[in-house]
């Protein structure tokens, strides 16, 4: 393996020679965590038998109590490697004492890298030879079955609360209708985005990596069905009510000359922001969005009758606990061209699924909503003189273009552009792009007039 290693001379094969120090040290937990936690990405997947999957460095944390409580001579002894075009496939042998019997099996580990960084392993093994010894030690194999139920639950909290590391930091800001939770990453001029109903910040976590290095980007996690933090009781969460919440977050972030970006839901909020709150915003994008009487869409009108009967959201959000129903036209399958990756996609639906204040702030947004809002917002978008952009997908299948050619005659520093390859969501089908019109705009220089009148 060392020759092997010397000739290869890459990422995979320094990863290859701590991996294997590593196990050849073996435990306790601590130590063998402190060992390999250097090696991971913080948003690292572990997958093998016997167990459900890991998230993270409290995920390796978990395996390796698990491991080394049951078995705390377990070592391993690596047999050889081999790299692969986006990692490394490793081969071992894993010696320990389980319930006083000697057991020893070999396990093929398919591991992924990202500058060097674990980002994903699955193991591969077979788990018949330590199912006697785990019957025959019934202490230890409690320990570990207590271990993978507190796995699951972690696992399900994930599911909710997850958000990608590329939104930055999380921050709670105290504001008059209740607390709301926002993510900062990078410095520079200051962009603020706005998601739409039953997503979240993580919409914009891939445009937010690629402009974070040159932008102050904060992504808010408002109430509308994805978020964690639900509002008050008595806030009132109907779509101008919550263009304020959003005028008031920047306020209180203490930013100007934002630039604004609403997507969907968010680009109709963000609208009305610029009809009624201007005074912090610089400039707007509005991708692909509702617009005056496309308020909710035809596709997603159930929504508004939805919210009235009771238990009725909790039925339609059932069958999405599968991933098959979630590319139906009815839920994402419009909205995007390729499945949303599994950690985000969970992190939009799930919230909803299982948290009733979730769901009530959702019902009330719904509730609240009426086209007679967007349209009287669209009514005072002439008023708003300031840079926009229209960044339209070209194929959208809920927003049609027209709706796009309006908004862009409706502002009177607007322009037009077309986002190829991409459907509503085009910060998850093009980020690339998206991002790349987003700051081009920004540093653009303004030239004339700037003011904008409220009325």
């Known amino acids: ?30 130590r063998f965590v402190d060992h390999f936690a250097p090696l991971c990405a913080p948003d690292l997947l572990l997958i093998q038998p016997l167990s459900p999957p890991l998230r993270g460095i409290e995920g390796l944390r978990s395996m390796a109590r698990q491991l080394f409580e049951a078995m705390p001579d377990l070592r391993g002894e690596v047999l050889r490697w ?67 139920a507190k796995a699951k639950g972690a696992r399900m909290t994930d599911k909710v609360t997850w958000r990608d590391p590329a939104l930055g ?9 209740g607390r709301l939770r926002c993510f900062e990453a990078g410095s520079g001029p200051p962009i603020v985005f706005v998601h739409g109903l039953l997503v979240n910040a993580n919409l914009w976590r891939k445009v937010i990596a690629k402009l974070s290095p040159g932008f102050h980007c904060v992504a808010l996690d408002l109430p509308l069905g994805a978020h964690n933090l639900p509002m008050p ?44 709150r201007p005074e912090r ?24 009758p939805a ?36 950690a985000a996609e969970d992190s939009y639906l799930y919230p909803a699924m299982r948290d009733p204040a979730a769901r009530a702030d959702l019902r009330k947004v719904l509730n609240g909503a009426d086209k007679r809002q967007t349209n009287a917002a669209a009514d005072k978008l002439g008023n708003f003189t300031k840079p926009a952009l229209i960044a339209w997908s070209a194929e959208d299948k ?7 050619e309006r908004l862009a005659a409706d502002l009177p520093a607007a322009r037009l552009e077309l986002v190829e390859g991409a459907r509503t969501f085009s910060a998850e089908d093009q980020p690339e792009r998206l991002a790349e019109l987003i700051a081009r705009f920004v540093r653009e220089p303004v030239s004339g007039p700037q003011s904008t009148t409220t009325p």
């Not at 969460?237 to 839901?265: F, M, R």
């Open 1 to 30: 393996m060392s020759k092997l290693m010397a000739e290869s001379g890459t990422d995979a094969a320094a990863f290859a020679e701590r991996f294997a120090a590593g196990w050849a040290a073996g435990g306790p937990a601590d």
């Open 82 to 148: 081999g790299p692969t075009h986006d990692g490394l496939i490793i081969e071992l042998t894993l010696r320990g004492t389980l319930g006083r019997r000697p057991l020893e099996w070999t396990v093929a580990d398919r591991i992924v890298l990202r500058d060097g960084l674990m980002v994903e392993r699955r193991s591969y093994f077979d788990p018949t030879p330590l199912l006697p010894a785990m019957m025959r030690s019934p202490r230890a194999s409690l320990r570990t079955l207590r271990g993978n």
């Open 169 to 177: 930091t999380p921050r709670d800001l105290d504001l008059p209708q």
């Open 233 to 276: 009781e008595a806030t009132d969460l109907s779509p101008p009510a919550l263009a304020e919440l959003i005028a008031d977050a920047i306020e209180e972030l203490g930013l100007d000359d934002v630039t604004l970006v609403g997507n969907d839901t968010g680009g109709a909020l963000c609208q009305m922001v610029a009809a009624s």
């Open 281 to 304: 915003v610089g400039r707007l994008v509005l991708t692909s969005c509702d617009y005056r009487d496309h308020f909710p869409p035809p596709l997603f009108a159930y929504f508004k």
């Open 307 to 342: 919210a009235r009967i009771p238990g009725a959201f909790q039925a339609l959000l059932a069958p999405m606990r599968l991933r098959a129903p979630r590319r139906l036209p009815i839920a994402f399958g419009w909205l995007t061209k390729r499945p949303i990756d599994r």
């Open 398 to 404: 809920v927003f049609p273009r027209s709706d796009a």
